[in-house]
Protein backbone atom coordinates (compact mmCIF):
# COMPACT_ATOMS: atom_id res chain seq x y z
CA UNK A 1 0.00 0.00 0.00
CA UNK A 2 3.19 2.69 1.11
CA UNK A 3 4.46 1.29 -2.30
CA UNK A 4 1.81 2.94 -4.44
CA UNK A 5 1.08 5.89 -2.20
CA UNK A 6 5.21 7.00 -2.69
CA UNK A 7 3.98 6.62 -6.67
CA UNK A 8 1.53 8.54 -6.27
CA UNK A 9 2.83 11.38 -4.61
CA UNK A 10 6.02 11.45 -6.75
CA UNK A 11 3.35 11.72 -9.84
CA UNK A 12 1.55 14.57 -8.29
CA UNK A 13 4.68 16.67 -7.63
CA UNK A 14 6.01 16.41 -10.85
CA UNK A 15 2.45 17.21 -12.62
CA UNK A 16 2.48 20.36 -9.97
CA UNK A 17 6.44 20.89 -11.11
CA UNK A 18 5.67 20.92 -15.07
CA UNK A 19 2.58 23.90 -14.37
CA UNK A 20 5.46 25.80 -12.80
CA UNK A 21 7.75 25.33 -15.39
CA UNK A 22 6.35 28.74 -17.39
CA UNK A 23 7.24 30.81 -14.14
CA UNK A 24 10.39 32.77 -13.86
CA UNK A 25 12.75 30.46 -11.97
CA UNK A 26 14.80 33.77 -10.20
CA UNK A 27 18.42 32.36 -10.73
CA UNK A 28 19.29 30.82 -14.04
CA UNK A 29 22.06 28.22 -14.36
CA UNK A 30 22.94 29.71 -18.29
CA UNK A 31 20.83 32.78 -18.29
CA UNK A 32 21.94 33.11 -22.32
CA UNK A 33 20.06 30.03 -23.42
CA UNK A 34 17.44 29.80 -20.97
CA UNK A 35 16.61 33.39 -21.94
CA UNK A 36 17.37 32.82 -25.79
CA UNK A 37 16.48 35.43 -28.71
CA UNK A 38 15.55 33.33 -31.65
CA UNK A 39 16.72 34.96 -34.61
CA UNK A 40 14.64 34.10 -37.29
CA UNK A 41 15.33 34.77 -41.12
CA UNK A 42 12.76 37.88 -41.72
CA UNK A 43 11.94 38.16 -38.38
CA UNK A 44 11.69 42.29 -36.99
CA UNK A 45 15.31 43.20 -35.27
CA UNK A 46 14.75 46.19 -34.22
CA UNK A 47 14.73 44.75 -30.27
CA UNK A 48 18.17 43.58 -31.19
CA UNK A 49 19.50 46.91 -32.56
CA UNK A 50 17.99 48.21 -28.95
CA UNK A 51 19.48 45.62 -26.79
CA UNK A 52 23.45 46.95 -28.84
CA UNK A 53 23.33 43.79 -30.64
CA UNK A 54 24.60 44.27 -34.40
CA UNK A 55 22.52 41.51 -36.64
CA UNK A 56 21.96 42.32 -40.36
CA UNK A 57 21.34 38.84 -41.75
CA UNK A 58 24.45 39.06 -43.72
CA UNK A 59 26.81 36.25 -43.96
CA UNK A 60 30.59 37.50 -42.30
CA UNK A 61 32.72 39.29 -44.68
CA UNK A 62 35.42 36.93 -46.39
CA UNK A 63 33.18 33.80 -46.23
CA UNK A 64 32.39 30.82 -48.04
CA UNK A 65 28.95 28.82 -48.14
CA UNK A 66 29.63 25.36 -47.51
CA UNK A 67 27.34 25.03 -50.88
CA UNK A 68 29.31 27.22 -53.14
CA UNK A 69 31.70 25.95 -55.29
CA UNK A 70 35.27 27.69 -54.58
CA UNK A 71 35.99 27.45 -58.70
CA UNK A 72 32.96 30.53 -58.48
CA UNK A 73 33.66 32.43 -55.98
CA UNK A 74 35.20 35.84 -56.49
CA UNK A 75 35.88 38.82 -53.50
CA UNK A 76 35.45 41.62 -55.25
CA UNK A 77 34.05 44.68 -53.79
CA UNK A 78 30.53 46.67 -54.63
CA UNK A 79 32.24 49.95 -55.74
CA UNK A 80 33.53 51.89 -58.53
CA UNK A 81 36.86 50.04 -58.62
CA UNK A 82 35.49 46.52 -58.02
CA UNK A 83 33.39 47.35 -60.96
CA UNK A 84 36.57 48.29 -63.50
CA UNK A 85 38.45 45.16 -61.83
CA UNK A 86 35.13 42.88 -62.62
CA UNK A 87 36.52 43.25 -66.40
CA UNK A 88 39.08 41.09 -65.87
CA UNK A 89 37.37 38.43 -64.26
CA UNK A 90 37.28 35.15 -66.33
CA UNK A 91 34.38 32.73 -66.91
CA UNK A 92 35.35 29.56 -64.99
CA UNK A 93 33.29 27.62 -67.49
CA UNK A 94 35.84 28.71 -69.64
CA UNK A 95 38.47 26.61 -68.31
CA UNK A 96 36.21 23.82 -66.80
CA UNK A 97 35.84 20.45 -68.56
CA UNK A 98 32.28 20.63 -68.36
CA UNK A 99 30.38 21.90 -71.21
CA UNK A 100 27.94 24.54 -70.48
CA UNK A 101 24.26 23.53 -71.10
CA UNK A 102 22.31 26.23 -73.18
CA UNK A 103 19.59 24.58 -72.82
CA UNK A 104 19.28 25.12 -68.81
CA UNK A 105 21.52 28.43 -69.24
CA UNK A 106 18.55 29.96 -71.96
CA UNK A 107 16.03 28.44 -68.73
CA UNK A 108 17.75 30.46 -66.57
CA UNK A 109 17.95 33.52 -68.46
CA UNK A 110 14.59 33.14 -69.47
CA UNK A 111 12.92 33.03 -65.68
CA UNK A 112 15.20 35.95 -64.25
CA UNK A 113 15.93 37.89 -67.16
CA UNK A 114 13.56 37.86 -70.09
CA UNK A 115 10.97 39.89 -68.36
CA UNK A 116 13.10 42.60 -68.78
CA UNK A 117 15.37 42.16 -71.64
CA UNK A 118 13.24 39.95 -73.27
CA UNK A 119 13.24 36.90 -75.42
CA UNK A 120 15.14 37.78 -77.89
CA UNK A 121 17.86 39.53 -75.85
CA UNK A 122 16.75 43.11 -77.31
CA UNK A 123 15.51 45.25 -74.36
CA UNK A 124 12.01 44.73 -75.29
CA UNK A 125 10.62 42.16 -72.76
CA UNK A 126 6.95 42.16 -70.92
CA UNK A 127 7.53 44.90 -68.77
CA UNK A 128 8.33 47.17 -71.13
CA UNK A 129 6.73 46.33 -74.64
CA UNK A 130 8.02 49.30 -76.53
CA UNK A 131 7.22 51.29 -73.56
CA UNK A 132 4.15 50.50 -73.14
CA UNK A 133 4.71 48.41 -70.21
CA UNK A 134 4.84 49.15 -66.69
CA UNK A 135 8.67 49.91 -66.97
CA UNK A 136 9.30 53.29 -68.65
CA UNK A 137 13.23 52.79 -68.73
CA UNK A 138 14.17 50.22 -71.40
CA UNK A 139 16.15 47.63 -70.59
CA UNK A 140 19.16 47.16 -72.05
CA UNK A 141 19.37 45.47 -75.36
CA UNK A 142 22.07 42.89 -75.17
CA UNK A 143 22.54 43.76 -79.39
CA UNK A 144 23.91 46.86 -78.57
CA UNK A 145 27.65 47.94 -79.16
CA UNK A 146 28.54 48.39 -76.24
CA UNK A 147 26.63 45.32 -74.66
CA UNK A 148 28.34 43.54 -76.87
CA UNK A 149 31.56 44.68 -76.28
CA UNK A 150 30.98 44.30 -72.72
CA UNK A 151 33.36 41.76 -70.87
CA UNK A 152 31.37 38.91 -69.55
CA UNK A 153 33.40 39.38 -66.46
CA UNK A 154 31.36 42.62 -65.78
CA UNK A 155 28.42 41.51 -66.47
CA UNK A 156 28.45 38.92 -63.78
CA UNK A 157 29.44 41.47 -61.26
CA UNK A 158 26.49 43.19 -62.70
CA UNK A 159 24.17 40.17 -62.80
CA UNK A 160 25.54 40.19 -58.77
CA UNK A 161 25.61 43.03 -57.58
CA UNK A 162 22.88 45.11 -59.60
CA UNK A 163 23.39 47.97 -61.70
CA UNK A 164 21.14 51.16 -62.45
CA UNK A 165 17.48 50.13 -61.92
CA UNK A 166 18.32 46.45 -61.75
CA UNK A 167 18.50 44.64 -58.97
CA UNK A 168 21.48 42.23 -57.54
CA UNK A 169 20.56 38.49 -58.76
CA UNK A 170 23.15 36.81 -56.32
CA UNK A 171 19.94 35.56 -54.13
CA UNK A 172 18.11 34.10 -57.03
CA UNK A 173 20.96 32.73 -59.04
CA UNK A 174 24.01 30.93 -57.37
CA UNK A 175 27.43 31.69 -59.10
CA UNK A 176 27.76 29.20 -61.46
CA UNK A 177 24.44 29.77 -62.90
CA UNK A 178 25.13 33.19 -63.59
CA UNK A 179 28.05 32.54 -65.35
CA UNK A 180 25.55 30.49 -67.24
CA UNK A 181 23.57 33.06 -68.18
CA UNK A 182 26.03 35.42 -69.30
CA UNK A 183 27.61 32.39 -71.37
CA UNK A 184 24.25 32.03 -73.03
CA UNK A 185 23.63 35.79 -73.66
CA UNK A 186 27.44 35.89 -74.76
CA UNK A 187 26.76 33.16 -77.50
CA UNK A 188 23.63 34.77 -78.79
CA UNK A 189 25.01 38.11 -78.98
CA UNK A 190 28.59 37.05 -80.28
CA UNK A 191 30.25 39.31 -83.09
CA UNK A 192 29.81 37.49 -86.40
CA UNK A 193 33.08 37.39 -88.21
CA UNK A 194 32.85 39.27 -91.55
CA UNK A 195 33.93 36.46 -94.28
CA UNK A 196 37.46 37.05 -95.56
CA UNK A 197 37.36 38.91 -99.26
CA UNK A 198 38.33 37.28 -101.80
CA UNK A 199 42.15 38.02 -103.49
CA UNK A 200 41.93 40.84 -106.32
CA UNK A 201 42.97 39.20 -109.82
CA UNK A 202 46.22 40.06 -111.44
CA UNK A 203 43.92 41.28 -115.15
CA UNK A 204 47.72 42.46 -115.84
CA UNK A 205 48.92 39.32 -115.24
CA UNK A 206 46.11 37.38 -117.18
CA UNK A 207 46.73 39.68 -120.42
CA UNK A 208 50.72 39.07 -120.45
CA UNK A 209 49.35 34.71 -120.34
Same mark, same amino acid.
Given at each position: ???????????????? =?????? %? *?? @? $?? /?????????????? =?????? %? *?? @? $?? /???????????????????????????????????????????????????????????????????????????????????????????????????????????????????????????????????????????????????????????
Amino acid at each position: MNKYFYIAVVMLSAVA =AGCGAG %K *DP @G $IA /YMPDMYYSVAYETY =APTKSL %K *DS @G $IH /YDRLPVPGTVSRSEDLAFHFDLKHDSLGYAQSAGLKNPLDSSKATVNLKEAERLYLINCGICHGAGLDGNGPLFKGGDGPYSAAPKDFHAADMVAMAPGTMFYSITFGKGQMGSYASQLTPKQRWEVVTYIKSKTAKKEAPAAAAPVDSTATAKN
